[in-house]
């Protein structure tokens, strides 16, 4: 016998409450809050625009439109998303803008419409172009020593040494990181600076949710890499995490579409701070006739 609608209906809550279906809804409202940071200067400027789809939530960044970590599509997978139509008129909003837009599948959730989801983007020439890796841990210790001579300060003010050191490797030089520079100041966000002798060498942000906080932005200035400001910024957003009354703390990372058999730089890193992989979603990009031209500029990420 097939699974009744009550048990898929229970199954859905579990996976929403205690499964993966929390770390993607926790992801929803990392990219909500996100969208929120920046002042209304900026969103007029850059085009930054959120819509609803159904249950689909699209994030746009319009002047960036070659910047596919900020453009992002999320809940292609879920009940009703390709069904109802929900994702053919999400497209139809972010191909008019050329986006170079990034699709997460998840494989295997309860009720979803993965499988729905991939042959409909397929069919439009959406092409697989990579992996989100989902990393969690106990918000236990953090079960190995900061790296001597490298200190982290918390930044609870906005800060152009933090906006700086993240606005490169995220791609947002040209837009003056209005996302990044306001985030120290919002009170879901904790952003912290690591420096050593010669100065500031790294900075990283968690999103504190209730009870499981999210790890988000971690990035090194490019000639400070391997002093190891990265694994300090980790020890120290565990510690921070371990004082709250969350259970788990989680990241959410970029791969290639070798994970889970290769990892990148950042990943392993988590994996050596006790982070256990929790799940690995398919990434989907449209084809390269459907992208702005004129920007004249190559995606950084």
């Not at 625009?49 to 809940?75: D, K, M, T, V, W």
């Not at 606005?167 to 306001?182: A, H, Q």
Request: hydrophobic share 40%; with cysteine; net charge negative.
């Amino acid at each position: 016998m097939g699974e009744g609608r009550g048990d898929l209906e229970a199954r859905r809550i579990f996976d929403n409450l205690m499964g993966m279906g929390a770390f993607y809804a926790y992801e929803r409202q990392f990219w909500h809050a996100l969208w929120r940071v920046p002042v209304l200067d900026a969103i007029e400027e850059h085009g930054i625009e959120a819509r609803h789809y159904g249950p689909i939530r699209a994030f746009a960044f319009r002047h960036e439109p070659l910047l596919s970590q900020f453009n992002i599509l999320l809940g292609a997978d879920l009940e009703s998303a390709v069904s109802a139509g929900h994702l053919g008129d999400a497209l139809g909003w972010t191909e008019s803008m050329g986006l170079d837009l990034r699709i997460p599948l998840r494989d295997g959730g309860p009720g979803g419409e993965s499988g729905e989801a991939a042959n409909y983007l397929g069919g439009r020439g959406y092409r697989l172009a990579g992996a989100l890796a989902t990393f969690a841990r106990a918000t236990g210790p953090a079960g190995f020593p900061a790296p001597p001579g490298i200190e982290v300060e918390e930044v609870a003010v906005e800060s152009e040494s933090f906006g700086t050191i993240l606005s490169t490797p995220y791609g947002l030089e040209w837009t003056g990181c209005g996302f990044i520079i306001g985030l120290p100041s919002e009170r879901d966000w904790r952003t912290y600076i690591a420096a050593d002798e010669s100065g500031p060498i790294a900075a990283a942000a968690t999103m504190m949710h209730y009870d499981m906080p999210q790890m988000a932005f971690a990035g090194t200035l490019e000639q400070c890499r391997g002093r190891g400001g990265h694994l300090a910024l980790l020890h120290r957003r565990i510690e921070d995490a371990r004082a709250t009354r969350a259970t788990k703390i989680f990241a959410i990372t970029e791969e290639s579409l070798d994970c889970p058999a290769d990892f990148s730089a950042g990943a392993r890193n988590l994996l050596r701070a006790g982070f256990r992989l929790a799940d690995v979603r398919s990434v989907w990009q449209p084809p390269e006739e459907l992208l702005h031209p004129s920007t004249g500029r190559t995606p950084s990420l």
